[in-house]
């Protein structure tokens, strides 16, 4: 099992985190191939809880090399205060490594995406505010700065000059804002580069012949499924490519080295930021998902909007990213409902869609078609295997696994690693 993906199902908050960290102790290198710091990914060690945003959280298990892929957009400021956050409390991070090729997310970066956001107004994204979308789209648009660009002054200074020409007439007229002198940004990223440096690497080249030594390579998603730019609900998604094909160009290794992709399923939904969610709850259901899951934003501290399983977004999962399992987790947060709804078919404009309609429209007309499976009162959060779980706790992981149209190897009871059942030998 050379190359293995883990990923968002969902909206992005499935617990990617945790799941990274299981399977941490068993993998040679944790890779981040796409966003950035708009990630919030939880890992609970025993007492101690880490919140990571860009750094893979394979950082936590010592055998393990941490790789920032060239997919990654990369703020020099939260990548070096991480790190020393993290050195504070005795973990080792020298191993980590940043591909040269990473884009830099630049003061101005973060000072477009807040604008911007403002000037939409009601129908802004509920970005992270981190500057992610304003620096995929400087890659895109071939004036991005790149982590390799911290080394070289001169080269520095006329590519943030090219960058703030345009952007600095927009903030101007447009958003009425100040202009952003070049001079200033070239000497902040200045002042990051030699910490960087050290950890600076080919990572293409390290991963390849990673592979090639028969290495496991583990590569983990940030953000999910419906949060890609591409697959996911545009315009309201994220500036880059979550899905499994995020994990070849983002890191540079052929699809023939993936052998398994795991989708990171929650036993319900939750979304943050706007955009259409066809079981979103707004009463009491809805406020007790988010208090008993702990529904708040690691990044950004928001409430997440909560809802019931959605089974058609789950089948779409499987499909676009060719998943190979799931890790279904977060189910000792439904103990307690007699019954638990799940979206098993959407109505749109009076008729049955059993699969996620591609135009927009359809999908925010959507409305969930519930089939109510029976609940559990018991405690299963000391769960050790599947025949420790209530029947109806059974009943519904196995309906999940029968509608999404992949197998569960593992169910999280729990934050802790230990709060885990295993099924289909998932580690
Ligand atoms: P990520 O962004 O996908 O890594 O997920 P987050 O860390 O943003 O949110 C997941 C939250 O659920 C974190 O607080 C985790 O500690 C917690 N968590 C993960 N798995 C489980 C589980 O099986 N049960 C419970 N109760 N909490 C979990
Ligand atoms: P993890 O990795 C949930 C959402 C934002 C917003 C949209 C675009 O912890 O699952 P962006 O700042 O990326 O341009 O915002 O994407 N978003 C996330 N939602 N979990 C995340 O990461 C997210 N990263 C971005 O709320 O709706
Ligand atoms: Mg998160």
Sequence with gaps: MPALVLLGAQWGDEGKGKATDLLGGSVDYVVRYQGGNNAGHTVVVGDQKYALHLLPSGILSPGCTPVIGN????????????????????????????????????????????????????????????GIGPTYADKINRVGIRVQDLYDESILTQKVEAALDAKN?????????????????????????????????????????????????LFEGGQGTLLDIDHGTYPFVTSSNPTAGGACTGAGVGPTKISRVIGILKAYTTRVGAGPFPTELFDEDGDALRRIGGERGVTTGRDRRCGWFDAVIARYATRVNGLTDFFLTKLDVLTGWEQIPVC???????????????????????????????????????????????????????????????????????????ETIEINSFL
Excluded: C
């Excluded at 690497?201 to 030594?213: F, G, K, M, R, S």
């Excluded at 519930?370 to 599947?386: H, N, Q, R, V």
């Excluded at 025949?387 to 934050?415: F, H, R, T």
């Design 71 to 130: 997919g990654v957009v990369v703020d020099p400021s939260v990548l070096l205060s991480e790190l020393s956050g993290l050195n504070e409390r005795g973990v080792d991070t020298s191993k980590l490594l940043i591909s040269g090729n990473a884009h830099v997310i630049t003061p101005y970066n973060v000072t477009v995406d807040k604008v911007t956001e403002r000037f939409l107004g009601k129908r802004k994204i509920g970005t992270t505010g981190r």
């Design 344 to 418: 098993v078919a959407y109505e749109i404009d009076g008729e049955r869609v059993e699969e996620l309609p591609y135009s927009q429209s359809d999908f925010h007309h959507a409305k969930p078609v519930y089939e109510m499976l029976p609940g559990w009162s018991e405690d299963i959060s000391k769960a050790k295997s599947f025949s420790d779980l209530p029947k109806n706790a059974q009943a519904y992981v196995k309906a999940l696994e029968e509608m999404s149209g992949a197998p569960i190897s593992a169910i999280g009871v729990g934050p802790g690693r230990d």
């Design 169 to 217: 007439q927009i903030l101007t007229k447009l958003y009425n804002r100040r202009a952003i002198a070049a001079g200033q940004v070239v000497e902040e990223l200045l002042g990051y580069a030699e910490q960087i440096r050290p950890y600076v690497a080919d990572t293409v080249l390290v991963l390849n012949q990673a592979l090639e030594e028969n290495k496991v390579v």
